[in-house]
């Protein structure tokens, strides 16, 4: 069964603190797609990244970076020197062989000032 | 890049009525078109999906008589909540899946919260 774990409900931290939101994924397909969307209050999707299963490189983007690990099946979101804007849910997403994306519960970020 | 336009952001409306959620691919062509749910302060719950051109296939537990999804060209999809209750309030958000995407790109739209009073 295809299922995405994020076991963080709520992390809440002081600006400028380095922060990592954890995935954790299951899938029994080879090829698969993973995604960061951040959704702030007002409710719109935010696309993060993706990644597909053959590319384990680790990504980084400004103050954002991911760790993709198949041996551990996680897909772990690092935020650094974070900042109030950041404060936002942050979902992962596992793509299946039908296209449809798999979502984890969310995991709530709040950044204090 | 791709947009879907989604409207309205928001609606009010009475109970029993019909309420008609538009998704509009702007820029390129919706193979896909993917309806979640969302509840306060949990994940998106796919409620269907569907193909241009073809009946959408619901989710279990999904009433299709009451959540009607058309998705009757490329560029558009409908989502008509029948004679809403104060149940269905949610906020919804349609996906749209890009079959030229050589990323296997998935567009959201802005999302629409209904509230039925």
């Known amino acids: 069964a295809q299922k995405v774990t994020q076991a963080q409900t709520e992390i809440s931290v002081v600006e400028k603190e380095d922060v990592t939101l954890d995935c954790v994924y299951e899938?029994?397909?080879?090829?698969?797609?993973l995604f960061w969307y951040k959704q702030p209050p007002s409710g719109e999707l935010v696309f993060l990244i993706r990644r597909n299963s053959f590319d384990e490189q680790n990504e980084i983007s400004g103050r954002y970076s991911w760790n993709f690990q198949k041996s551990t099946s996680s897909f772990n979101f690092t935020i650094t020197a974070s900042q109030v804007v950041d404060s936002a849910v942050y979902f992962c997403?596992?793509?299946?062989?039908?296209?449809?994306?798999?979502w984890g519960a969310g995991t709530k970020l709040i950044i204090k000032p | 890049g791709a947009v879907v336009s989604q409207h309205p952001s928001w609606v009010i409306c009475k109970s029993g009525t019909s309420v008609k959620i538009e998704c509009r691919s702007l820029?390129?062509?919706?193979?896909?078109m993917f309806w979640y749910r969302q509840f306060p302060k949990q994940s998106l719950m796919l409620m269907a999906t569907?193909?241009?051109?073809?009946?959408?296939?619901?989710e279990q537990g999904v009433e299709k008589d009451k959540f009607l999804i058309n998705h009757a060209s490329l560029t558009l999809s409908t989502l008509t909540v029948t004679s809403a209750h104060p149940e269905d309030s949610s906020f919804y958000i349609c996906?749209?899946?890009?079959?030229?995407?050589?990323?296997?790109?998935?567009?959201f739209g802005s999302g629409t919260r209904l509230t039925v009073v």
């Open positions: 569907s193909n241009e051109g073809s009946k959408a296939t619901y």
């Open positions: 997403a596992l793509s299946d062989s039908n296209y449809q994306l798999i």
């Open positions: 899938t029994r397909d080879t090829t698969y797609y």
């Open positions: 996906s749209a899946r890009d079959r030229q995407a050589w990323n296997y790109g998935y567009t």
């Open positions: 820029d390129f062509q919706a193979t896909t």
